[in-house]
């Protein structure tokens, strides 16, 4: 059974939250306990239960009436286990919705049907296309609110069809909903005998995402495993996650950067030898050479090796309070490999709101950009359209260590 992660995405007040907890209570995913709580709460309030409670986590968010965080919910169906990420609908939030697309399959964007597509779809739907997410589902909601209007759906539909050219999606589903009733979230709605698709959660269980498995085979190193007692003095692994692709015994592969070929001679998966690993799965791989390697090496098949280089172009989301400094040095955190780069130029910076580019001498707290990076070794990395898991990157600030950049590597 694959699971699928998405991530859900809309204005604010479009029910987002609402949305979630229809999913998870409509296909029975609440465990018993929280739903007692659910309807203790709301029995006291004198309605019925808040679906939008379900996935609030902080206290705060219920207070202010705003969602301020990347929430995330875990569910099943006999079909798919599903992982959703809940990012914020605020413009302000940006780096929240970068940090809940950048590993999502998939993106659900609500459009309130009284509203239609606004600038914050169009935002929406440009990270998630940005953050290389291939399928859509643009879920109009409230429905119920336009009497179940096919004309309106249909003009919503049509109006995001003439701007996907703009984007990266390779499937886009249209589907009218109603959070709060409950229309066409898993059961198909009396109410739109028009509509003739999938609900909700049949779209979620039957959409084909492509597997990491079919990606070109990444591993770098966690951690290197050499036991000192005697029992085990001739035992070398290296433990880590196969972050795409598959490894099996015999094959050949290259240690990067040392540029040495080996091949497999033993893998393990909790201290059980097995013949074959694939993407998701961590594990400790056995060389048949005595090579050096260090923590943040990479241990890829000879004839499927990624890019090297130390001129590096890459997207940019900006999460620091302070701008982004042309000529300053700061260490970009590839996994586990730490290097030093220098930003070289800020080659252009995108307006979310009107889909432009134009250029910029500085990068501030929420812009997206692209920006030229030299660093001080070479870094062996996949474009992020191609390989997403080996394709991202933080950059840090070395004076004082925190998180300021999410890149996307071209």
Same mark, same amino acid.
């Given at each position: 059974?694959?699971?699928?992660?998405?991530?859900?995405?809309? &204005?604010?007040?479009?029910?987002?939250?609402?949305?979630?907890?229809?999913?998870?209570?409509?296909?029975?995913? *609440?465990?018993?306990?929280?739903?007692? !709580?659910?309807?203790? @709460?709301?029995?006291?309030?004198? +309605?019925?239960?808040?679906?939008?409670?379900?996935?609030?986590?902080?206290?705060?968010?219920?207070?202010?009436? #705003?969602?301020?965080? +990347?929430?995330?919910?875990?569910?099943?169906?006999?079909?798919?286990?599903?992982?959703?990420?809940?990012?914020?609908?605020?413009?302000?939030?940006?780096?929240?919705? *970068?940090?809940?697309?950048? %590993?999502?399959?998939? *993106?659900?964007?609500?459009?309130?049907?009284?509203?239609? *597509?606004?600038?914050? =779809?169009?935002?929406?739907?440009?990270?998630?296309?940005?953050?290389?997410?291939?399928?859509?589902?643009?879920?109009?909601?409230?429905?119920?609110?336009?009497?179940?209007?096919?004309?309106?759906?249909?003009?919503?539909?049509?109006?995001?069809?003439?701007? /996907?050219?703009?984007?990266?999606?390779?499937?886009?589903?249209?589907?009218?909903?109603?959070?709060?009733?409950?229309? &066409?979230?898993?059961?198909?709605?009396?109410?739109?005998?028009?509509?003739?698709?999938?609900?909700?959660?049949?779209?979620?269980?039957?959409?084909?995402?492509?597997?990491?498995?079919?990606?070109?085979?990444?591993?770098?190193?966690? $951690?290197?495993?050499?036991?000192?007692?005697?029992?085990?003095?001739?035992?070398?692994?290296?433990?880590? @996650? !196969?972050?795409?692709?598959?490894? @099996?015994?015999?094959?050949?592969?290259?240690?990067?950067?040392?540029?040495?070929?080996?091949?497999?001679?033993?893998?393990?998966?909790?201290?059980?030898?097995?013949?074959?690993?694939?993407?998701?799965? %961590?594990?400790?791989?056995?060389?048949?050479?005595?090579?050096? #390697?260090?923590?943040?090496?990479? #241990?890829?098949?000879?004839?499927?090796?990624?890019?090297?280089?130390?001129?590096?172009?890459? $997207?940019?989301? $900006?999460?620091?309070?302070?701008?982004?400094?042309?000529? /300053?040095?700061?260490?970009?955190?590839?996994?586990?490999?730490? !290097?030093? +780069?220098?930003?070289?130029?800020?080659?252009?910076?995108?307006?979310?709101?009107? $889909?432009?580019?134009?250029?910029?001498?500085?990068? /501030?707290?929420?812009?997206?950009? @692209?920006?030229?990076?030299?660093?001080?070794?070479?870094?062996?990395?996949?474009?992020?359209?191609?390989?997403?898991? %080996?394709?991202?990157?933080?950059?840090?600030?070395?004076?004082?260590?925190? =998180?300021?950049?999410?890149?996307?590597?071209?």
């Amino acid at each position: 059974m694959n699971t699928l992660k998405f991530i859900t995405a809309g &204005n604010v007040d479009d029910g987002k939250s609402t949305l979630i907890g229809r999913l998870l209570y409509d296909s029975d995913s *609440i465990h018993t306990d929280q739903l007692g !709580v659910l309807q203790k @709460q709301t029995k006291q309030e004198g +309605v019925e239960i808040d679906l939008s409670l379900i996935t609030d986590g902080l206290r705060a968010e219920r207070e202010q009436g #705003i969602t301020i965080d +990347v929430a995330y919910k875990y569910f099943s169906t006999k079909k798919r286990k599903f992982i959703i990420a809940d990012a914020p609908g605020h413009e302000q939030y940006t780096r929240n919705m *970068i940090t809940g697309a950048s %590993n999502s399959d998939l *993106i659900i964007i609500l459009v309130d049907a009284r509203k239609g *597509i606004t600038f914050q =779809t169009k935002r929406h739907a440009s990270v998630g296309s940005l953050m290389g997410i291939k399928k859509a589902i643009i879920a109009v909601n409230k429905i119920d609110l336009v009497d179940y209007s096919e004309t309106i759906f249909n003009d919503i539909k049509n109006a995001f069809e003439a701007i /996907k050219g703009d984007l990266n999606y390779d499937e886009i589903a249209y589907i009218p909903v109603s959070a709060l009733v409950g229309d &066409n979230i898993v059961e198909t709605s009396e109410r739109t005998p028009w509509f003739e698709g999938d609900t909700l959660l049949s779209t979620l269980e039957h959409i084909e995402i492509q597997t990491k498995e079919n990606l070109a085979s990444r591993f770098q190193v966690q $951690w290197v495993i050499r036991p000192k007692d005697d029992e085990h003095h001739d035992y070398r692994g290296y433990a880590g @996650q !196969v972050l795409s692709g598959s490894y @099996q015994v015999g094959d050949s592969v290259k240690v990067l950067p040392s540029g040495i070929e080996t091949t497999i001679t033993k893998i393990e998966k909790h201290q059980k030898e097995i013949e074959k690993a694939i993407a998701g799965e %961590n594990i400790v791989l056995h060389l048949s050479d005595n090579i050096d #390697i260090s923590r943040g090496d990479s #241990i890829v098949k000879t004839d499927e090796l990624p890019k090297t280089s130390n001129e590096i172009k890459t $997207w940019i989301s $900006w999460l620091d309070h302070n701008a982004l400094q042309i000529g /300053k040095t700061y260490l970009l955190q590839h996994r586990f490999k730490t !290097v030093r +780069v220098k930003i070289q130029s800020i080659d252009q910076k995108w307006d979310i709101n009107t $889909w432009e580019f134009g250029a910029s001498e500085e990068i /501030k707290l929420n812009d997206i950009g @692209q920006i030229s990076l030299r660093t001080n070794q070479p870094l062996f990395f996949d474009p992020f359209e191609e390989n997403s898991k %080996n394709g991202n990157a933080v950059l840090i600030d070395e004076t004082t260590f925190n =998180t300021v950049g999410a890149l996307m590597f071209l």
